[in-house]
Every structure is written in C-alpha cells, then in structure tokens.
C-alpha cells in the first residue's frame, strides 16, 4: 500500500511529462535491465556521503531500544551522573546530525492541479 501511495504522489513533486517518464521507467522491464548494468551509478547513490551518519544514528537508536527493552525505560536515569551527561550529549550531537542531513528541498510540493 506505501508503494501505490507513493507513486500516486509523484505527480505533486513533478509536471505530468516527467511523472509519466518516471512511471514507463520504472514499471518496464528494460529501466530496471539497463539500471543493473550501471554499477558505478548504483553504489554511488547507494554509498553518499549520508550513509555513515545513517548508520551512525540509526546505531544509536538501536542501543538505547536494546537498553529499554532489557533493563526498563529509566535504564539511563539509574545510571551515576557521568554516564547520564554522556547519554544526554550523544543525543544532542545526533540530534545536530540529523537536523545536518535533513537540510534537503521538501518532497512534496503542489503543482496546482
């Protein structure tokens, strides 16, 4: 269902030539053939510059639910005062991360139809 959403959406980001162009694309068999052949491409797009800050905040993520999940929500406010500050100035440095990474044009823009 996000799939059909999404692509129900592309005409309110692009005018109605390059939504169709997008669409016979995507959904031909020879788009996704000749995109296979293009490796240089792919990992380019695949391995950008955001993808170690991806990871990087996706990782931090994971911890503190892996923490939640084993030892109960106030694992960190249990812990001595050093380890809070530190917990506290990781979360503000991937906040500035995240808010670092999401300087990109919006995705969704009315064309007026």
């Avoid at 994971?62 to 812990?79: N, Q, S």
Wanted: aromatic share 14%; proline share 5%.
């Amino acid at each position: 269902m996000f799939g059909l959403t999404t692509l129900a959406w592309v005409p309110f980001r692009a005018e109605l030539s390059a939504t169709l162009q997008y669409w016979s694309i995507l959904l031909s068999p020879a788009g996704w053939i000749s995109a296979l052949g293009d490796h240089d491409i792919l990992y380019g797009h695949i391995l950008n510059q955001y993808t170690l800050d991806f990871a990087f905040l996706a990782g931090i993520s994971v911890a503190l639910d892996l923490a939640h999940y084993r030892f109960g929500e106030l694992v960190i406010r249990r812990c001595p005062v050093p380890i809070q500050a530190i917990a506290i100035n990781l979360a503000v440095f991937a906040l500035v991360i995240a808010l670092i990474v999401a300087n990109v044009p919006p995705t969704f823009i009315y064309q007026g139809f």
